[in-house]
Nanobody, 125 residues
Framework: QVQLVESGGGLVQAGGSLRLSCAAS????????MAWFRQVPGKEREFVAA????????YYVDSVKGRFTISRTNPKNTVYLQMNSLKPEDTAIYYC??????????????????WGQGTQVTVSS
């Protein structure tokens, strides 16, 4: 059974940092694109960042460029999201996602086959 388990969320003051982790089990994702999405209650889930299979290419939503960094360690089957200079508007549940096939970057929710349960990030002003 494939599982993606996020960790690292929490409460932080504006300007602070958090590092989210997503550990995959049940299969390897060394050749697959992975991504982070986020969702605020009552709003649609939105794309945050994606990384290709090797980690050599990344893509971000404009609102987090220069503040967030996505990375991966394939031997550990793990993807990370380093979040710096956090703002109250970054408050959301953050989800990790992985594609079943394909190593190229994907930014649409329906391109991803596996999802984690989410981790809450709250940024206070």
């Amino acid at each position: 059974q494939v599982q993606l388990v996020e960790s690292g969320g929490g409460l932080v003051q504006a300007g602070g940092s958090l590092r989210l982790s997503c550990a995959a089990s049940g299969r390897t994702f060394n050749n697959n694109a992975m991504a982070w999405f986020r969702q605020v209650p009552g709003k649609e889930r939105e794309f945050v960042a994606a990384i290709n299979w090797s980690g050599g290419r990344t893509y971000y939503v404009d609102s987090v460029k220069g503040r967030f960094t996505i990375s991966r360690t394939n031997p550990k089957n793990t993807v990370y999201l380093q979040m710096n200079s956090l703002k109250p508007e970054d408050t959301a549940i953050y989800y990790c996602a992985a594609v079943k096939f394909g190593g190229s970057i994907a930014t649409l929710q329906n391109e991803y086959d596996y999802w984690g349960q989410g981790t809450q990030v709250t940024v206070s002003s």
